[in-house]
């Protein structure tokens, strides 16, 4: 497919703004490949960096799927204690009708939809077999008799633990259980041409969002700067720089001075090797 081709074809999709207007050849792809995913009933392994939209991503997935109708339950796995995970996690024991019944209230919530595990990669690896194990066996109590009620299943594994894991066999029997796709989410670094539609995005939800931002635009200098950082914390540490400069600018224009001091420490400062000297 080619590049204008699969733009019309992204412009068509139920996709939101950012997602659509799309610059990066890159996640236009990505973009294209989840769409076609979407449809099929594969478990999903979502791997990313921190803050690179991993929970945004498996949205989308949802929202594009048949389940889509379904409700999209996402936990996060770090709240949980391993000592006490079958309680805390999935349910609790009770009675009905005299009959001692296991409850699994994760599974349940995201019953004909999606659970999207938040997270993951951050437990050890003897605990993430127990989580899909006990999820294996809470899908086999709960919809023995109705399989359309089975969650989906994302899954999502920061890029480190990722590249610890990959070659374990911890990560042979995650794929032996679950047969998943894996999609591959680039850092925002990889895709600075999404800067300005995602820098435009988040200033129109401020805009919405608050009465005092109704004015609120970012200067061309500012933008540079944005562009020309390399975003360790990805999407997520944008949206928060962001946030700040419209508090800093009181709802107005966003310069340089308003946004965090790690991105623009060497604006009234330089460093010439001996000194700091001020501009």
Known sequence: MTVPTLQKYLKKSSLSDPEK?????LMQDIFHKILKLAKLEATVFIVGEIGSGKKRLANIIHKNSNRSRGPFYSFYCV?????????AFWGH???????????????EKACGGTLYLDHFSQLSPTFMMKIIESFKKGVN????????GIPRLIISFNQESYQEIINTPVWSRLLDLLDPMVVMLPPLRERKEDIPILIEHFLNELREQNNNCKSLKISK???GDCFNYNWPGNIRQLKNALLQGAILSYGQTIESRHLPFSMNWQLPYEFDGKRMTKW
């Open 221 to 223: 200098q500012a933008l």
């Open 21 to 25: 207007s799309s610059r990066s050849i």
């Open 141 to 148: 109590n709960l919809f023995r008799h109705d399989k359309s």
């Open 79 to 87: 709240d949980i204690d391993e000592n006490q995970y079958q309680e």
């Open 93 to 107: 024991l009770k009675f009905e009708d005299e009959h001692l019944t296991l409850k699994y209230d994760a599974i």
